[in-house]
């Protein structure tokens, strides 16, 4: 059973999607920790009525980058974290921590990756540039990260049509029922060891049977 924390900013209904599927038996995981910038938002209350420890770290509480930096990497190292999910995390890891969690730590990005990723792409702006833009396909993407915006080696996407109907507000809400399955199936495949790295490229190995 791998041990998961998940870092969230707002509603995280991809953090329960995730807890969804491992209640359900589909995941070989658990989550044992919940990291937020944001003490208000709907995860944490989400959080709390699942009897997952909460901690709260920004830099309201810690000031001090290298304080912040030390506390995540003292937090998740005592809870013997395996897999870190950022399920709408809207802060910038430290590198350091990044690197202490190389291959290890999760991103879902509403986007395909490359394109409409990096600072100032995050939600309602990515489908608002992908409608600007003409694109007649979008989609979800799950990475791992790194220490730039977006840019880690992609390990899984899942598209859809863009249609002429389309607005910002309804491909978002066609994408996140993507993310919603696309981020517990590579939950999945992580806690079943089976995402393998080949020449610094993430590959399943259910799908390389194909």
């Known amino acids: ?24 038996g589909k995941i070989p995981g658990e989550i044992v920790l919940v990291i937020s910038n944001n003490p208000n938002c709907g995860a944490i209350q989400f959080a709390e009525e699942n009897s997952i420890p909460v901690l709260i770290i920004n830099e ?10 030390e506390l995540l990497t003292d937090t998740c190292l005592k809870a013997e974290i395996n897999l ?18 190389e291959n290890k730590i999760l991103n879902i990005h509403p986007g395909l990756l490359p394109e409409f990723g990096g600072k100032g792409f995050f939600g309602m702006r ?15 993407t799950v990475h791992f990260v790194d220490e730039i915006y977006d840019h880690g080696p992609i390990i899984l996407q899942k598209k859809v049509e863009v249609l002429e109907t389309d607005t910002a507000e309804s ?6 029922k993507l993310e919603h399955e ?12 089976k995402i393998i790295m080949e020449n610094n490229t993430p590959k399943i190995l259910a799908y390389n049977e194909n």
């Open 1 to 24: 059973m791998k041990k998961i924390a998940v870092f969230v900013s707002g509603g995280g209904s991809n953090f329960m999607a995730i807890h969804h599927q491992i209640k359900q």
């Open 60 to 69: 309201t509480r810690y000031p001090n980058p290298h304080t912040l930096n």
């Open 84 to 101: 870190i999910c950022l399920a709408g995390y809207m802060k910038m890891l430290p590198p350091a921590f990044v690197k202490q969690y």
């Open 126 to 140: 990515v489908h608002e540039a992908v409608i600007n833009s003409g694109k007649r396909e979008s989609g979800a």
């Open 171 to 176: 491909l978002a809400a066609r994408i996140l």
């Open 182 to 193: 696309l981020f517990p199936e590579v939950v999945k495949a992580f806690c079943e060891n």
